[in-house]
């Protein structure tokens, strides 16, 4: 059974990041961002900033209890013949400034291999700050510090690429992506698969010729959880070793550095068992056995919203409404939203 008002109830109070956190997260950078601009030297070589990763996607969840949540941004420099030879000199620009300004100075900061982080222990969040340069051919390249070299990176091109394959999925795909970061995450179900590659391999699934064949493939959230995350499952287990994984916006990066066989083999093999667990819930007919599968699944958040009775829908596509709480209940064919969290 769907359980349409339970997914809905389950990712605004469950895994969505609160707007509040967002706005935070919005203000926190905008903060850094001008501290930045405001320093006369660094100043010249800024030209802008780029949000990055799950907050533009829109594929941002609530952390696990309560531990800090992170937002990453670039920013454009201009690129400096000088520093050819010594590319971690754009990290340390950026790190420069913080360190020597309030409040950063006074808060946990640093360098990592391709970005300056600074955490706010008090907000339970940290940002990390990445340098990038736009060529005259319109290539954007990030730096990889430890070895010393350019990476070619395109951070609209991937969001563009999200919204299409979200706009295919009617709207489904980040919400899946949400759903399938919270097992990793909230359940421990799987480590070593970073965000990138679950968002990429999930929206790889999402394909316009499977609406040609269904048209209700994608048309509600749990059947396109089911159907999404199958589609994964299927290949995965026709790819026992670990595949390359290429960046979906063109760029020619590959995303192959991000995991090691092994951790990929487990991914593979929890995927397989969250597969059947979704589809065993989604075709439980029995409204109270369907739900405790999707508990099962997802734990205690996994209910109905405070201000509505049990409703749920079959694997069918009609709507019941049994309950033990009573004889009979109405069905909501509550609407979802596409609200960043």
């Known amino acids: 059974m769907k359980h349409t008002d339970y997914f809905k109830n389950f990712l605004e109070n469950t895994v969505n990041l609160p707007d509040s956190k967002v706005n935070l997260l919005s203000a926190r950078v905008d903060a850094i961002y001008n501290c930045l601009k405001n320093d006369p030297d660094l100043k010249p070589r800024i030209k802008k900033k780029v949000p990055q990763g799950s907050w533009p996607?829109?594929?941002i969840i609530k952390p696990v209890n309560g531990k800090a949540f992170d937002g990453d941004f670039m920013i454009q420099m201009i690129e400096e013949p000088d520093w050819a030879y010594d590319l971690k000199k754009y990290g340390d620009a950026i790190y420069n400034v913080l360190h020597a300004t309030?409040?950063?100075?006074?808060?946990?900061?640093?360098?990592k291999c391709r970005c300056v982080y600074v955490n706010y222990a008090e907000n339970a969040m940290h940002v990390d700050v990445v340098p990038f340069v736009l060529r005259d051919d319109g290539t954007q390249w990030i730096i990889n510090r430890d070895d010393n070299k350019w990476e070619r990176t395109d951070t609209d091109g991937f969001t563009d690429w999200m919204k299409k394959k979200d706009g295919i999925a009617n709207k489904r795909l980040r919400e899946v992506i949400r759903i399938m970061k919270f097992l990793r995450d909230h359940k421990n179900s799987w480590t070593g698969t970073k965000s990138i590659l679950l968002t990429t391999?999930?929206?790889?699934?999402?394909?316009e010729w499977r609406k040609v064949l269904d048209s209700g493939y994608y048309s509600d959230l749990s059947t396109a959880l089911l159907h999404i995350v199958s589609d994964l499952d299927d290949y995965l287990q026709a790819n026992p070793y670990k595949p390359v994984i290429m960046d979906p916006s063109g760029s020619g990066t590959s995303f192959d550095h991000r995991w090691s066989q092994e951790t990929y083999s487990h991914f593979r093999k929890r995927i397989n068992v969250h597969a059947a667990e979704i589809k065993d819930a989604y075709d439980e007919t029995d409204f109270?056995?369907?739900?405790?599968?999707w508990q099962a699944l997802f734990g205690d958040g996994f209910k109905a919203p405070a201000s509505s009775g049990s409703s749920g829908s079959s694997g069918a596509g009609k709507f019941s409404a049994v309950s033990s709480a009573a004889a009979a209940a109405s069905v909501s064919t509550v609407k979802h939203s596409g609200r960043a969290g």
């Open 102 to 111: 309030s409040p950063y100075k006074n808060m946990p900061h640093g360098r």
């Open 57 to 59: 996607q829109r594929t």
């Open 201 to 207: 391999l999930l929206g790889e699934r999402v394909e």
């Open 288 to 293: 109270d056995e369907s739900l405790k599968k």
